[in-house]
Nanobody, 124 residues
Framework: QVQLVESGGGLVQAGGSLRLSCAASGRTFTYYAVGWFRQAPGKEREFVAAISGSGGVTKYADSVKGRFTISRDNAKNTVYLQLNSLKPEDTAVYYC?????????????????WGQGTQVTVSS
C-alpha cells in the first residue's frame, strides 16, 4: 500500500514559479513510475508529466513542455514538479499518482495510487 501526499501549491502571479512535491511511503516506490495530473473547475482531469521509476525517462504534455520539469529523489521517496512561467490557464488542483510499473504513461487508469491534490492558482 502506497500513500501519496502533495504539497507546494499556492497562489502566484503569471510568470511566477512553484515547486510541487509528492511524498510517498513504501520502499518499493523506487520502482514505481509517477505521474502528475491536474483538474481545473468544470474541466476533465488532464495529464501533465510523468517519470519512470529510475528517473531516466520523462514525458510531458505539450501544453507544459519547456515550462515544467518533473524529477525524483528516490532516497527521499519524493517526486517533484517544477512549474515555471506559470499562466492563468495552469490554475488547477494538481495530483500525483503512482503505478506499480516502471514505465511512464499518460493514461490515468494505469495509475494505482493517488494523492489528495494541491491547489495551484495563477493570477493574471
Amino acid at each position: 500500500q502506497v500513500q501519496l501526499v502533495e504539497s507546494g501549491g499556492g497562489l502566484v502571479q503569471a510568470g511566477g514559479s512553484l515547486r510541487l512535491s509528492c511524498a510517498a511511503s513504501g520502499r518499493t516506490f523506487t520502482y514505481y513510475a509517477v505521474g502528475w495530473f491536474r483538474q481545473a473547475p468544470g474541466k476533465e482531469r488532464e495529464f501533465v508529466a510523468a517519470i519512470s521509476g529510475s528517473g531516466g525517462v520523462t514525458k510531458y504534455a505539450d501544453s507544459v513542455k519547456g515550462r515544467f520539469t518533473i524529477s525524483r529523489d528516490n532516497a527521499k521517496n519524493t517526486v517533484y514538479l517544477q512549474l515555471n512561467s506559470l499562466k492563468p490557464e495552469d490554475t488547477a488542483v494538481y495530483y500525483c499518482a503512482a503505478r506499480t510499473r516502471y514505465a511512464v504513461t499518460d493514461y490515468s487508469d494505469n495509475y494505482d495510487y493517488w494523492g489528495q491534490g494541491t491547489q495551484v492558482t495563477v493570477s493574471s
